[in-house]
């Protein structure tokens, strides 16, 4: 359970959002944007340390969306060659390089698992999942977590506050990839409540992002 | 469209939310507003960054990395 001064211990080491994650806050650590830079200049030893810095997230992403770990590993290795050879399309004036491979990497994750035909198994992986834990974003966070001042349980604390139905919503577009007239198929829900949904839900964590930066 | 609007048709293309005879309309209105349109899409990325970051860091296979700048030697060296 959450308390006011766990609370207050957390917004007080002062992490921010937009920041890296911690490994890359180190004194002299280079900037997301300046490895960016450093592969667009063809330099390896740049996608060695954001290969270092963002493997697990992006791993983590593509693993929520195809649902096999082997599979996953491939195709993160095939993400990070992407990143390489597309990274001259990399303009920092249309958002910081993380936003820049988290598209890319979900965009690649969802194209293998239609390529792979992949999509029903993992259809039945996510049932089975969903009825295990009816809200895979909803988490139970220790007061050991919150104190260890985890990003994550912050952003999920976001996510949280929405309703079930807006997150699931979200949830099938994102990771799932399906559009609004698909999720209305799937959910059995009229296609405009569907808009609503997303629309609500995404203003919501959109305005809750905005406001957590603003407090920290 | 109103500014208001394309905020909202914003959020959900980042998400990859929009549907295929949205995304035309959404196009217009993205060349209409320009930068400002732009900023604001940029702005919206903060959405995807946040689903990925709401996720527990996953392992990869040791092996990934060393095959990865193997590549990528091969490719600096053609």
Same mark, same amino acid.
């Given at each position: 359970m959450r308390t006011g001064r766990s609370l207050q211990k957390k917004e007080g080491k =002062?992490?921010?959002? !937009?920041?890296?994650?911690a490994a890359a806050l180190r004194p002299g650590a280079p900037s997301d944007l300046e490895l960016m830079e450093g592969i667009q200049r063809e330099d390896s030893e740049a996608l060695s340390h954001l290969y270092d810095r963002y493997n697990g997230i992006l791993k983590a992403l593509v693993l929520r969306v195809i649902h096999n770990e082997a599979e996953a590993d491939d195709l993160l290795q095939e993400i990070f060659m992407e990143i390489w050879n597309q990274a001259? !399309?990399?303009?920092a004036q249309r958002g910081k390089p993380l936003g820049w491979m988290v598209t890319l990497a979900r965009r690649r994750a969802i194209d293998g698992l239609r390529k792979k035909q992949a999509y029903a198994r993992a259809e039945e992986r996510l049932q089975h999942e969903t009825e295990q834990?009816?809200?895979?974003?909803v988490h139970n966070s220790t007061e050991e977590e919150i104190l260890d001042g985890d990003r994550r349980i912050l952003i999920r604390r976001v996510i949280g506050i929405l309703p079930p139905a807006q997150q699931q919503a979200i949830e099938l577009a994102f990771f799932? =990839?399906?559009s609004q007239r698909e999720i209305a198929a799937k959910t059995n829900t009229p296609l405009g409540t569907v808009k609503t949904r997303l629309e609500l839900g995404l203003k919501k964590i959109y305005d809750g992002l905005k406001e957590l930066r603003n407090e920290l | 469209m109103s500014f208001e609007e394309f905020q909202n048709r914003a959020r959900l293309f980042v998400v990859g939310a929009l549907d295929p005879d949205e995304m035309a309309e959404f196009e217009g209105a993205r060349r209409e507003f320009g930068e400002k349109a732009e900023a604001f899409i940029a702005e919206c990325y903060s959405l995807s960054e946040a689903f990925a970051l709401s996720l527990k860091p996953a392992k990869a296979s040791d092996q990934i990395k060393t095959r990865l700048m193997e590549m990528v030697k091969n490719r600096q060296a053609h």
């Amino acid at each position: 359970m959450r308390t006011g001064r766990s609370l207050q211990k957390k917004e007080g080491k =002062g992490e921010a959002l !937009n920041q890296p994650p911690a490994a890359a806050l180190r004194p002299g650590a280079p900037s997301d944007l300046e490895l960016m830079e450093g592969i667009q200049r063809e330099d390896s030893e740049a996608l060695s340390h954001l290969y270092d810095r963002y493997n697990g997230i992006l791993k983590a992403l593509v693993l929520r969306v195809i649902h096999n770990e082997a599979e996953a590993d491939d195709l993160l290795q095939e993400i990070f060659m992407e990143i390489w050879n597309q990274a001259k !399309n990399f303009s920092a004036q249309r958002g910081k390089p993380l936003g820049w491979m988290v598209t890319l990497a979900r965009r690649r994750a969802i194209d293998g698992l239609r390529k792979k035909q992949a999509y029903a198994r993992a259809e039945e992986r996510l049932q089975h999942e969903t009825e295990q834990q009816p809200d895979a974003w909803v988490h139970n966070s220790t007061e050991e977590e919150i104190l260890d001042g985890d990003r994550r349980i912050l952003i999920r604390r976001v996510i949280g506050i929405l309703p079930p139905a807006q997150q699931q919503a979200i949830e099938l577009a994102f990771f799932r =990839g399906m559009s609004q007239r698909e999720i209305a198929a799937k959910t059995n829900t009229p296609l405009g409540t569907v808009k609503t949904r997303l629309e609500l839900g995404l203003k919501k964590i959109y305005d809750g992002l905005k406001e957590l930066r603003n407090e920290l | 469209m109103s500014f208001e609007e394309f905020q909202n048709r914003a959020r959900l293309f980042v998400v990859g939310a929009l549907d295929p005879d949205e995304m035309a309309e959404f196009e217009g209105a993205r060349r209409e507003f320009g930068e400002k349109a732009e900023a604001f899409i940029a702005e919206c990325y903060s959405l995807s960054e946040a689903f990925a970051l709401s996720l527990k860091p996953a392992k990869a296979s040791d092996q990934i990395k060393t095959r990865l700048m193997e590549m990528v030697k091969n490719r600096q060296a053609h």
